[in-house]
Each structure stands twice: as structure tokens, then as C-alpha cells.
């Protein structure tokens, strides 16, 4: 698949191009530095009509306005919420493509534990996410200098519990239900005797 960078790794300049001629329309400042190279998969639609936005994991500095070949790694969903003075707090899913560069792999080359987790050289889950966090850019009037709209987007940064921990609560809970399931066989046994 091909994607289009509108944004390098590094940098909190969004830039922001007409996804269907590639034309640039201008360049806002967000309050986070991208954590990867940030684009769009060409001819590809989303449900909001844009192209599906896309992630290239990599350590090379890919540039903005520039097309590259990659294949898919995997999916990112988030939910965002974003306030407008004609339709309020809304909020919506987005889903971004996590991709690597054709000519890259992802390799696991060292294997490591996030604290409180044992390590884990095989793929397997390793946590469910319980929150995550976000941050606010305020979108003001060029006339008024009043502030128009407010856009909550995901940071990428989230709190994980630990699969250990969800091993734990299934079996606290399996254990507790234990002797209730017991006592009502032989609650049942006792009747039929008699």
C-alpha cells in the first residue's frame, strides 16, 4: 500500500493537504510532537470520507509531502471527542493504520517488561487498556480571537492493566463462585434423598 506523510516524526507541525490531489492547504501547530512519521493511505476512503490515516512505525526520517510503499502491521483505535458551537461535545471512533516500510520489518531484537509484568519472548496479549490518555488544541476565530472549536485527540499514551492482573480477577472469581455452584448440587442431592 502507498502512503502519503503529511506529518514527520518529531514534529508538532500538522500539516494539512487535500487527501484526494495531494494539494497542500496549510501548516497548524498541535501540542504534541508526532511519535511517527503520520499520513494517509492513498485511494482509500474512511466512514468520514477522508482517507484512512495511517501510522508508519520506523526510525527513519520520512518527510512530509512524500510518498511511500509499506505494509500493514495492525490497527489503532481511539475515540476522540471534539466540541463545536453547532453540534456540542460529540464524540467519535478513528481508526489508524499501523504500517512498516516495505523494504523494514519489525523484529522483536530484545525482549523487555513493562514494570509489574513478567517477560514474554512469544506474541500474546499483554494487557487491556483501562485508559488512555488525551490532550486538547483550541481552534480560535481569526476574527474574533474567540475560541470556535475545541478538538480532544489521543495522545498514544496509555495505562495498561497487565494480563497477570486479569489472570488474577478470573481466578478470584471462579473461586468465589466455587462453593456457591457446590453447595447448590448438594442442596439438590439432599432434596432428592428424601
Same mark, same amino acid.
Given at each position: 500500500?502507498?502512503?502519503?506523510?503529511? !506529518? /514527520?516524526?518529531?514534529?508538532?507541525?500538522?500539516? $494539512?493537504?487535500?487527501?484526494? *490531489?495531494?494539494?497542500?492547504?496549510? %501548516?497548524?501547530? #498541535?501540542?504534541?510532537?508526532?511519535?511517527?512519521?503520520?499520513?494517509?493511505i492513498?485511494?482509500?476512503?474512511?466512514?468520514?470520507?477522508?482517507?484512512?490515516?495511517?501510522?508508519?512505525?520506523?526510525?527513519?526520517?520520512?518527510?512530509?509531502?512524500?510518498?511511500?510503499?509499506?505494509?500493514?502491521?495492525?490497527?489503532?483505535?481511539?475515540?476522540?471527542?471534539?466540541?463545536?458551537?453547532?453540534?456540542? !461535545? /460529540?464524540?467519535?471512533?478513528?481508526?489508524?493504520? $499501523?504500517?512498516?516500510?516495505? *523494504?523494514?520489518?519489525?523484529?522483536? %531484537?530484545?525482549? #523487555?517488561?513493562?514494570?509489574?509484568?513478567?517477560?514474554?519472548?512469544?506474541?500474546?496479549?499483554?494487557?487491556?487498556i483501562?485508559?488512555?490518555?488525551?490532550?486538547?488544541?483550541?481552534?480560535?476565530?481569526?476574527?474574533?480571537?474567540?475560541?470556535?472549536?475545541?478538538f480532544?485527540?489521543?495522545?498514544?499514551?496509555?495505562?495498561?492493566?497487565?494480563?497477570?492482573?486479569?489472570?488474577?480477577?478470573?481466578?478470584?472469581?471462579?473461586?468465589?463462585?466455587?462453593?456457591?455452584?457446590?453447595?447448590?448440587?448438594?442442596?439438590?442431592?439432599?432434596?432428592?434423598?428424601?
Open positions: 500500500m502507498q502512503v502519503f506523510i503529511e !506529518n /514527520e516524526a518529531g514534529s508538532n507541525q500538522k500539516n $494539512l493537504y487535500n487527501e484526494k *490531489t495531494l494539494v497542500y492547504r496549510k %501548516t497548524v501547530t #498541535v501540542s504534541r510532537e508526532y511519535p511517527y512519521p503520520y499520513g494517509f492513498l485511494d482509500t476512503t474512511s466512514g468520514d470520507g477522508d482517507n484512512l490515516d495511517c501510522f508508519i512505525i520506523t526510525d527513519a526520517k520520512l518527510e512530509a509531502g512524500q510518498v511511500y510503499e509499506c505494509e500493514p502491521l495492525g490497527l489503532m483505535e481511539q475515540i476522540e471527542s471534539a466540541w463545536s458551537s453547532e453540534k456540542g !461535545n /460529540e464524540l467519535k471512533n478513528d481508526h489508524n493504520i $499501523l504500517a512498516c516500510l516495505n *523494504t523494514e520489518s519489525i523484529e522483536v %531484537t530484545e525482549v #523487555v517488561a513493562i514494570e509489574g509484568t513478567g517477560t514474554n519472548s512469544s506474541a500474546g496479549l499483554i494487557g487491556v483501562s485508559k488512555s490518555e488525551s490532550y486538547s488544541d483550541i481552534a480560535f476565530s481569526q476574527q474574533t480571537g474567540e475560541p470556535k472549536v475545541v480532544t485527540e489521543q495522545t498514544g499514551l496509555v495505562r495498561i492493566v497487565p494480563v497477570e492482573r486479569i489472570y488474577e480477577i478470573i481466578d478470584s472469581i471462579i473461586k468465589s463462585t466455587i462453593p456457591i455452584q457446590e453447595a447448590k448440587v448438594e442442596d439438590a442431592s439432599s432434596e432428592m434423598k428424601e
